[in-house]
């Protein structure tokens, strides 16, 4: 009797240990006070300037939403040198095509928070006739927001309950392996 109940003991006991251990994934890295933002495709130019106002973070950049101008497609060199001026925009203008007839502009806004910039902004978009995209894949801003280290997660939840808001989460760091 006590032979067999041993070597149920010891069966037991390997049984157990080849069993595979399940071991918890690391949460994945992120960047300290990175979160990225992204709005609805209604959202307006104006309700991102209010909403980045309001919240009153670092921007360090937005950009996604398309442009249309009226303009015809032969004014893109008048076009090209209007944004070009601005110091709001990354590289000066964004990207800018020239698509079946229609001029698009795709700006990338740095320096956002500055009012004076949002009011130029708002100007030149009368000034070259364009109109928000909304129904273009792209449509929606994506807001790249510094918030206070340690306070990610806060904020992450936080945009999450904006109803304009399709997603916000932390810049995660990816690890790439190499063979």
Known sequence: MKKSVLFLFLLATLAGACKKKEIAEPEPEFVPTDVLVKT???????????????????????????????????????????LREKPYLDGGSGYVHAITGELMVFPRFIDIVNTQNQTDWLSTKADLKLSEDTDNATAGYVIFFHVPEGKEKTWVKRFQQYPFVEWATLNHILQIELF
């Open 40 to 82: 609805n495709p209604d959202f307006t130019v104006e309700q991102l300037f209010a909403f980045i106002n309001d919240v009153a973070l670092e921007v360090e950049y937005a950009y996604s939403m398309p442009y249309v101008s009226s303009f015809p497609a032969d004014s893109l060199d008048h076009v090209l040198s209007t």
